[in-house]
């Protein structure tokens, strides 16, 4: 696995959000702009970048960025269903927010740690 993965999901969330954010225009209803927001930054733009990353370090193991793509998208898909489901005032909300909000923090300190530990000149194309 590489960094095309992260690319090509970031590529599709914000595709979704940012259909979210046409569809919120349209209808002038700017509710769940918390929601489409998490979407885009953290399942969209963090995984884009994520992916350009990976790419220019080839050396990374693949089960590595393998287990930061499952936290990652795991928790940007339940931090934004769970701000979702907080606006609307679901009961299943708080526990939803809270694991996405705590996987998102962990795939973002998997990720520190590669960008801190992968020493080296990166591979530029």
């Not at 998208?73 to 694991?99: E, K, M, R």
């Amino acid at each position: 696995m590489n960094g095309n993965i992260f690319l090509r999901t970031g590529v599709v969330l914000l595709l979704f959000g940012i259909a979210f954010g046409i569809y919120m225009g349209m209808t002038q209803d700017f509710t769940y702009a918390p929601a489409h927001a998490h979407l885009n930054l953290v399942g969209g733009v963090l995984m884009f970048l994520a992916g350009l990353f990976y790419n220019s370090r080839p050396a990374i193991p693949s089960r590595a960025i393998a287990v930061h793509y499952v936290v990652h998208l795991a928790g940007a898909v339940l931090l934004t269903i769970g701000i979702y489901g907080s606006i609307t005032h679901t009961p299943w909300s708080g526990p939803v927010v809270g694991t996405g909000a705590f996987l998102t923090l962990a795939a973002l300190c998997i990720f520190a740690w590669r960008v801190f530990r992968s020493g080296g000149p990166a591979i530029v194309r």
